[in-house]
């Protein structure tokens, strides 16, 4: 009679750590992005300069293997004719403004830039959960190629930024910096949520960020003829 007691509570204890464990996958909260995941957000991540300079202006992100980059528009406003774009500080590119849309912020670059790029999966906006992980490649500070890890805080932040009232971004927490700006915001399966606006917040360098939702990036990107 006590073995079969034994038993049975040995099994209900196995059910509530399996159920446990599936709870906690489920939520997409712990789970690392692999490298090779890594590795292919940095090989569409580029460094944004002014002229030939070891200091980073801000970040963008490659949209296909033609050398189109988009970026955020304040971050090359007013140097527009003479923004580089590098990958490693060493090499650079001339990049040219084909198309804007300052109501989003947003800006496409042309470069000779040639890299080999797996097709983007967009996320939309109401997929996504606050404490979600997140990621991206920027240049906090002016220091390129920072790999930076955070979390989603709100999911629809309306309001916050007076020069896009109706915009409703996706409010982060520990990837957002100076120099962040324009960079690729990735949830660690490799899902793309967006492009990285600015730092929010009266101290400098909070990390509290607003991103512009994948779904806005795209519509942008099919008004121009463009296709993630």
Same mark, same amino acid.
């Given at each position: 009679?006590?073995? =079969?007691?034994? !038993? ?43 002229? @030939?300079?070891? *200091? ?18 304040? !971050? ?13 500080? &060493?090499? %650079? $590119? ?21 890299? =080999?790029? =797996? &097709? ?14 997140? %990621?991206? $490649?920027?240049?906090?500070? /002016? @220091?390129?190629?920072?790999?930076? &890890?955070? *979390? ?14 109706? !915009? ?32 929010? /917040? ?5 990390? @509290? ?12 990107? =099919? ?6």
């Amino acid at each position: 009679m006590k073995f =079969k007691i034994y !038993v049975k509570r040995t099994f209900q204890l196995l059910f509530l750590c399996f159920h446990f464990q599936c709870s906690v996958n489920n939520t997409n909260l712990l789970p690392e992005p692999s490298m090779e995941i890594i590795n292919e957000v940095k090989n569409r991540s580029v460094i944004l300069h002014y002229n @030939i300079s070891d *200091y980073a202006k801000g970040t963008g992100m490659l949209l296909d293997e033609e050398g189109h980059v988009i970026t955020s528009r304040h !971050v090359i406003l007013g140097w527009e004719d003479r923004v580089r774009i590098s990958q490693d500080s &060493k090499t %650079f $590119y001339n990049a040219k403004v084909i198309a804007e849309e300052p109501k989003l912020d947003l800006v496409i670059l042309k470069t000779e830039l040639k890299n =080999k790029l =797996k &097709k983007l999966t967009l996320v939309d906006r109401s997929e996504l959960k606050t404490n979600q992980s997140i %990621f991206l $490649y920027g240049a906090p500070w /002016g @220091i390129g190629n920072s790999f930076l &890890k955070g *979390y989603i805080s709100d999911t629809n932040r309306i309001g916050i930024d007076s020069s896009m009232p109706e !915009v409703p971004f996706i409010q982060t927490v520990g990837t957002s910096y100076p120099g962040c700006s324009g960079a690729g915001v990735f949830l660690n399966d490799g899902s793309f949520i967006g492009i990285n606006r600015a730092t929010i /917040g009266n101290e400098p360098g909070n990390s @509290i960020g607003l991103v512009i939702p994948a779904t806005f990036v795209k519509v942008m990107l =099919k008004m121009r003829k463009f296709a993630l």
